[in-house]
């Protein structure tokens, strides 16, 4: 082991040298303070021993600067001194002494000082490697958490139905890398949209992990069946649109809670006929819809209620309906929105939500989310949001 010494009585430096390497360390002595101090700036030494009673830098100031040092690793240190007063002891450690050995040295003290010194700096070396470990998994974890994160991002709409005379908007922001949200709006046929927004339970990987397999579910695919719509007809060649109570239904069978973990979602899922500018949605343990109406500008929550999906088996969900006029906007949101927190603690609720909703009703829709967004922000703080946002509005421009 690479051991530096300062000793300005030479007698003692070459004793303690000699005896050093006797035992098979590799010894640096200096003549003083000074210069030990020099020679552990430029070079690695674990052990450090040290009389306490030199010209220029002391024993103490050697071992307080040795702490101060940016040097990779513990280094340990031992004071040589001839007090034994409570106070110099005291004095020793708390500039950062490890141990003292009485001068003139016993060998048989020193060998046992310097063993307890080795035990105690593999334990800081076996420290340090299972801390570079770890680091090194987390920096892997960081990295599969951002792919992950981008894979869950490009699931959101990415292309926003052309539909004549409708507007869409949302706004997606995650507390995490990961979110339990996720929300979507996209065509059911030519005369039929879909839109939803949905919440895990919890945050982390595994609510992501079941955010993003819903996603997934309640995206149809061309030319097959579907949750959302199924074969209907003799000739196998039709479908029926599958009302929103039933998609409640099906996926509380399909999705029970996890007793293991209590994980379960809320979801708001709606169709609007294109046609008749009807609204039919299901509204599972999920905030109810907001409307706009584009005549009053006033806003308020739809009606609608229902339990999370997955907590009771054989729940019966309802369809409810709602009729839309020209310039009415309607919002799907996350309770991200209203249990934001500001940094006293209160949050920013429901009749907050709605004048910010009104606010902002004579701005494009775009930026009337980009505007509600910001009030959120403001009102969080520099704390930021402690749930996920989600916010998907659509507006009937014209008939």
């Not at 992950?148 to 991002?153: E, G, R, S």
């Not at 039709?238 to 973990?261: C, H, K, T, W």
């Not at 505007?371 to 402690?386: P, Q, S, T, V």
Request: charged fraction near 25%; include cysteine.
């Amino acid at each position: 082991m690479r051991v530096l010494i300062a000793d300005d009585d030479l007698v003692s430096r070459t004793v303690l040298r000699k005896t050093l390497e006797k035992w098979g360390h590799d010894v640096l002595a200096a003549p003083d303070g000074d210069q030990a101090w020099a020679a552990f700036q430029h070079e690695a030494f674990p052990v450090v021993i040290s009389d306490w009673m030199m010209p220029g830098i002391d024993g103490p100031e050697l071992v307080r600067r040795i702490r101060q040092h940016n040097q990779n690793g513990y280094v340990y240190t031992i004071l040589l001194t001839a007090r034994s007063q409570k106070e110099d002891i005291v004095a020793g450690m708390e500039a950062g002494a490890d141990d003292f050995v009485t001068k003139p040295f016993d060998a048989g003290e020193l060998h046992a000082r310097l063993r307890a010194g080795e035990r105690i700096l593999s334990l800081e070396h076996s420290l340090a490697s299972r801390n570079r470990q770890l680091e090194a998994a987390n920096d892997r974890m960081q990295r599969d958490l951002q792919a992950a994160a981008q894979i869950q991002k490009s699931l959101l709409p990415q292309r926003l139905p052309a539909v004549p005379g409708l507007d869409f908007a949302w706004a997606f922001r995650p507390c995490d890398e990961l979110a339990g949200d996720i929300l979507n709006i996209f065509r059911l046929d030519e005369t039929h949209l879909a839109l939803y927004v949905l919440d895990v339970s919890n945050h982390g990987v595994p609510a992501a992990l079941l955010a993003v397999t819903l996603s997934r579910l309640l995206t149809p695919l061309m030319n097959q069946s579907h949750l959302l719509k199924e074969p209907h007809g003799t000739n196998g060649k039709g479908y029926r649109i599958v009302p929103p109570s039933e998609v409640g239904s099906q996926l509380n069978q399909q999705f029970p809670m996890d007793l293991a973990n209590g994980q379960y979602f809320t979801l708001l899922y709606g169709v609007l006929d294109l046609t008749t500018r009807e609204f039919t949605y299901v509204q599972a343990g999920h905030p109810g819809p907001v409307l706009c109406e584009g005549a009053t500008g006033r806003a308020a929550v739809l009606e609608g209620s229902g339990l999370p999906i997955g907590f009771i088996e054989d729940t019966n969900y309802l369809d409810w309906h709602r009729s839309l006029a020209v310039k009415d906007r309607l919002y799907l949101y996350s309770d991200g929105v209203p249990e934001a927190f500001s940094p006293s603690g209160e949050q920013f609720g429901d009749e907050r939500f709605l004048e910010a909703i009104e606010a902002s009703a004579s701005a494009p829709l775009k930026e009337s989310l980009a505007l509600i967004e910001k009030r959120l922000g403001d009102w969080c703080g520099a704390a930021g949001f402690k749930d996920d946002v989600s916010l998907l509005a659509l507006e009937i421009q014209q008939s």
